[in-house]
C-alpha cells in the first residue's frame, strides 16, 4: 500500500516539473501563459535636470514644447522652467 501511495507521489511530481517546464517554454517562446504574481510592470521616466527616474504617477510635470516632462522634485521643475 505504501508503495503504490509513494508511487502516485512521485508521479505528481514528475507531472509538475514537466508542467513548470513547459510553462518557462512557452513563456520564453513569447506563448500566452497563467500570470504568476498580480504585480504590474511601472514605466519610469527621467528626470530632464538631474536624471532620476521616477514613476509617472508619483513624479511633478510640466509641459514643454508640445510634451510632457516629469520631475523628481518642485526644485528640479523650477530649475526646468527658468531654462
Same mark, same amino acid.
Given at each position: 500500500? !505504501? #508503495? $503504490?501511495?509513494?508511487?502516485? !507521489? @512521485? !508521479? @505528481?511530481?514528475?507531472? #509538475?516539473?514537466?508542467?513548470?517546464?513547459?510553462? =518557462? !517554454? @512557452? &513563456?520564453?517562446? =513569447?506563448? %500566452? %501563459?497563467?500570470?504568476? +504574481?498580480?504585480? +504590474? *510592470?511601472?514605466?519610469?521616466?527621467?528626470?530632464?535636470?538631474?536624471?532620476?527616474?521616477? *514613476?509617472? +504617477? *508619483?513624479? @511633478?510635470?510640466? &509641459?514643454? =514644447?508640445?510634451?510632457?516632462? $516629469?520631475?523628481?522634485?518642485?526644485?528640479?521643475? +523650477? &530649475?526646468?522652467?527658468?531654462?
Amino acid at each position: 500500500m !505504501i #508503495r $503504490y501511495l509513494l508511487i502516485g !507521489i @512521485l !508521479i @505528481l511530481i514528475i507531472a #509538475r516539473v514537466f508542467w513548470r517546464v513547459m510553462d =518557462g !517554454i @512557452l &513563456e520564453a517562446a =513569447g506563448g %500566452t %501563459t497563467r500570470s504568476r +504574481s498580480k504585480s +504590474s *510592470a511601472v514605466k519610469l521616466v527621467r528626470d530632464p535636470v538631474c536624471g532620476t527616474f521616477v *514613476a509617472p +504617477s *508619483a513624479a @511633478l510635470s510640466a &509641459e514643454a =514644447g508640445g510634451a510632457t516632462h $516629469y520631475f523628481c522634485s518642485e526644485k528640479c521643475r +523650477s &530649475e526646468f522652467k527658468h531654462r
